[in-house]
């Protein structure tokens, strides 16, 4: 794949969820064309194809997290604060 794709496919859906070894606040993103992409610090983007009716089951059989949340992007502002509500007050304040 080249990498113009990565970036001129659109993104559908975000999962988030707790990394199952770390126990971090993990992401996996989804474009339209059904591919699933998991940013780490080690290997950068890990891409996999979507191949099963669920959404929720792949990310969880390719990446792991546990507690997954879906959050659809036109929603993504809104929703950011009633994920962390009771984490603290929001950056900048």
Not at 13 to 34: N, P, R
Not at 55 to 84: I, K, M, N, W
Request: charged share 20%.
């Amino acid at each position: 794949m080249r990498q113009d794709n990565l970036f001129h496919d659109d993104l559908a859906q975000e999962f988030y969820g707790l990394d199952s070894e770390t126990l971090a606040v993990d992401s996996v993103s989804f474009t339209k064309s059904g591919k699933m992409y998991r940013w780490t610090v080690n290997d950068g983007y890990i891409c996999a194809q979507l191949c099963g009716p669920s959404t929720q089951a792949e990310v969880a059989r390719h990446f792991g997290p546990t507690y997954l949340v879906a959050v659809e992007l036109d929603a993504q502002s809104s929703c950011g604060t009633q994920l962390c509500e009771g984490c603290g007050p929001p950056l900048g304040y």
